[in-house]
C-alpha cells in the first residue's frame, strides 16, 4: 500500500516517525511524505521516501494561507494518491485530515502529539483561541478512523470535551525510543543536571534558570547545561542567569547523547507535554528524572523509581529534588538504572510501532 505521513517540520518525519517508516518499509508499503519545509528533504529521500514541501509554518497564523491550506493538501493528496493517511499536529490534523476525506481515502489516521499551549494558558485570548482548535480538532477526528494519543490524560480530556469518541482512541506511550540509540552510560558527575527543550515559558525555562540559581548558591561546583532553540522565550531573556554562571546556554544539537551522558539528571519542568521524549530518552540512557506531575510528564516518571514527581511551576520543589540528588549520589545511580529498566518496559519503540501497524490493519507478516 501507498502510505502518506502528514507534517509539520520535516526534521520531524525522521525525528519522530522514522522507526515506524522503517517498520511499514519491511511490511512491503510504499512511503510518501509533506512537511512545511524541505530542511530535512536530503535524509528522507535518503529513507526511501518520497517528500513533498508544502510552504508554511507550524504556527503561522497568516489568514489566507490556513484558508487556503486544506485546497493545498487537496492538490497534493490527488497527485501522490496514497492509500493510507497519517497526520500529526495541529495544522496537519485539522486540514490534513479533512483534505484526505475529500479525497476519497478511506483509512485517515490522527497522531495527537500534545494540546501545547492552547490548553494550558486560560486568558480571554486563548480561551477563544481553545474554543477554535477544539472545533478544527473535532471536524478533523470525524474523518479520522483512529486517533491516537501519546497519553491517557489526553486522551480522557478530549473524550470529555466532546472532541472525539472513545471508541475511535487509541493511547500509546509517545514515539518510542530506539533502545539500541539510546543506550545505558554511567554517570560522569553526580552534580551536573541538563535540561532540553525549545525557549518556551510553559516549557519551564525559568524554573529551571531559577533552580540552578538557587542550587549554586548551596553547592557552586554543581552544573547546569540547557540546550534549546529560541521561541517564545529568547536568549536575551535568560542572559542574566547564563551571565552569573547559573545555567550554561550550549545551543542546539542535532544529537543529545553525549550532553545527556554528560549529567546525572535531566530535568523537564514543563507545565504540559503530549509525551517528554527527552526525558524518556535520559532515562533510556540511566539518567534519574525531575519533571513536573503533569499530562505527558507523569508517565516518564514512577515516583521514587526513577525521578521525582513535581508540582507544576513549584520552584522549591525543583531546588529540593536537585539538592536531593546531590547530596545521594548512590541513589541517583540507583534511580538512573531504574531509569533504563522503566524505559525497557515501558517505551521500547518497536512494541510502540507494532501496535500502530496492527492497530491500522498494516502489519502484513
Not at 521516501?49 to 508544502?54: M, N, Q, R, T
Not at 489526553?154 to 509517545?174: A, Q, T
Not at 539510546?182 to 552534580?191: A, D, G, V
Request: charged share 30%.
Amino acid at each position: 500500500m501507498k502510505i502518506l505521513f502528514i507534517c509539520n517540520a520535516s526534521g520531524s518525519i525522521l525525528g519522530f516517525r522514522g522507526k515506524l517508516i522503517e517498520k511499514m518499509q519491511q511490511e512491503g508499503h510504499t512511503i510518501s511524505a509533506i512537511a512545511f519545509d524541505d530542511k530535512s528533504k536530503s535524509a528522507i529521500e535518503e529513507k526511501g521516501v518520497e517528500f513533498f514541501c508544502l510552504e508554511d509554518k507550524n504556527r503561522g497564523l497568516n489568514p489566507l494561507k490556513i484558508l487556503t491550506l486544506k485546497k493545498r493538501y487537496k492538490k497534493l493528496i490527488k497527485q501522490i494518491k496514497p492509500d493510507v493517511v497519517f497526520t500529526s499536529m495541529l495544522k496537519p490534523n485539522s486540514f490534513g485530515a479533512p483534505a484526505a476525506k475529500t479525497c476519497g481515502i478511506k483509512q485517515i489516521y490522527c497522531f495527537m502529539d500534545g494540546a501545547g499551549d492552547v490548553f494550558i494558558n486560560n486568558s480571554f485570548k486563548w480561551k477563544i483561541i481553545r474554543k477554535v482548535v477544539c472545533s478544527l480538532y473535532k471536524r478533523a477526528f470525524k474523518c479520522a478512523n483512529k486517533v491516537f494519543f501519546l497519553n491517557n490524560d489526553d486522551k480522557i480530556e478530549f473524550v470529555k470535551r466532546k472532541i472525539v469518541k472513545e471508541d475511535k482512541c487509541e493511547v500509546v506511550l509517545g514515539v518510542g525510543i530506539d533502545l539500541e540509540r539510546f543506550t545505558y552510560k554511567p554517570i560522569k558527575n553526580h552534580k551536573t543536571f541538563l535540561m532540553i527543550a525549545r525557549m518556551l515559558k510553559t516549557k519551564g525555562i525559568y524554573e529551571y534558570c531559577k533552580m540552578a540559581r538557587a542550587v549554586k548558591q548551596k553547592y557552586p561546583d554543581a552544573t547546569f547545561n540547557y540546550i534549546g532553540a529560541e521561541g517564545t522565550v529568547k536568549l536575551a531573556d535568560i542572559q542574566e542567569y547564563v551571565d552569573d554562571g547559573s545555567i550554561n546556554y550550549l545551543g542546539t544539537t542535532p544529537d543529545v547523547r553525549p550532553f545527556i551522558e554528560d549529567c546525572a539528571v535531566h530535568v523537564l519542568p514543563s507545565y504540559r507535554e503530549g509525551q517528554g521524549q527527552v526525558s524518556v530518552e535520559a532515562g533510556a540512557m540511566g539518567r534519574a528524572l525531575i519533571v513536573c506531575d503533569t499530562n505527558g510528564s507523569r508517565d516518564t516518571v514512577k515516583q521514587d523509581y526513577n525521578g521525582f514527581l513535581v508540582p507544576v511551576k513549584d520552584v522549591d520543589a525543583l531546588i529540593e529534588k536537585a539538592v536531593w540528588y546531590i547530596e545521594n549520589p548512590e541513589k541517583t545511580e540507583e534511580m538512573g538504572k531504574n531509569a533504563r529498566k522503566f524505559a525497557e518496559d515501558n517505551f521500547d519503540q518497536k512494541v510502540v510501532n507494532n501496535k500502530i501497524v496492527t492497530v491500522t490493519n498494516l502489519c502484513n507478516n
